[in-house]
């Protein structure tokens, strides 16, 4: 039935053409019976042409809805001088003012309106029904004139209809690319913020380089040894600074040169516990632990597990309500670093955590999946069954190539 209601969806005119069909039918019965009786005197072939004119208008009203209207009413006037009464075929009439009122231009719906108005009156002056007063005959023409104008009412209420409903399509899709175009100006500026981060982190790594290798030489002959170390622990920052620097080229940066500011350190994994420290104080009780054995850590991968405790915590105090509570894990892995943080207040509805940001720069989770993509690892962030907000995100130590 489905692919039935499709097709005829998908080819209207056929649809129309079969009841056009059926009202010839109908109509060709109807000019038999009127020519055949006493009180009659229709031609057999003028009511018959008339009747087939009037089905066309009927098969073509949805393609050519103003073109069948004005034939429609040539026909009307065709029967009204060549006294052809009215058939079955005469139902046309109502169905393209329905037709031009729904979907016909504004001049046509009003030409129809107008038309349907009158015609009954004007049929019923042309054939006054036997036996009735003149009280009567204008009973029948307001009667017939009823349903041309509740055909025309429906019409018009249709039309506004699928006029409003388009309005609000026209409006959800203008909304949409809206929303899109905001969260690629908001993926782009975590981007930058993120590239300049991790610009300070390389920064930081050249500049350990730059002192290790002049003392280094420095010592070189009278302390072979520290030379050695210092040789080693250049060897293992500049690894660590080409891994940040290849997460750094793959970050978009447009119109960064033009911002000015001062770059500052960035933080790491050991001023989490400042940061839970802060939390409390200013009233959110926080429960930190550390799993595993702690060990250095990539600067980036320190930087992203640092911005998301921030982030979530924040989170927590500005959407959880004032009773509020959260935890926060942090697991050392053999491979990775894992972060667990949840609250268990009332929480925020899960858009207005993809729309705000800890500090008004972020854009919320769009800027933690940010960092977590730049590190190569996962993140997972959504309600508690029981209440409240849990992010879950996992960080690798070697990033991905």
Known sequence: ??????????HPTWVDTFWAVVLFGLSGVSV???????????????????SAVLCVVVALRRRLPEPMLLLAFATGLVQLVLDIETTVADFAMLVITYTVATVGARWASRLALAVSLVAAALAQVRWP???????????IAVFQTVPFALAWVLGDSMRTRRAYFAQLEERAARLEKEREAQSKVAVAAERARIARELHDVVAHNVSVMVVQADGAAYVLDAAPDQAKKALETISSTGRQALAEMRRLLGVLRTGEHQESGEYVPQPDVEQIDDLVEKCRSSGLPVDFRVEGTPRPLPSGVELTAYRIVQEALTNTRKHGGPNAGASVRLVYFDDGLGLLVEDDGKGAPHELYEEGGADGQGHGLIGMRERVGMVGGTLDAGPRPGGGFRISALLPLKPAH
């Open 129 to 139: 029904a036997q036996h009735s007063s003149a009280l009567g005959q204008v009973a």
């Open 32 to 50: 038999m019976n009127q020519s055949g009786a006493p009180e009659h005197h229709m031609p057999v072939t003028g009511g018959l042409a008339v």
């Open 1 to 10: 039935m489905q692919r039935l209601y499709d097709f005829l969806r998908r």
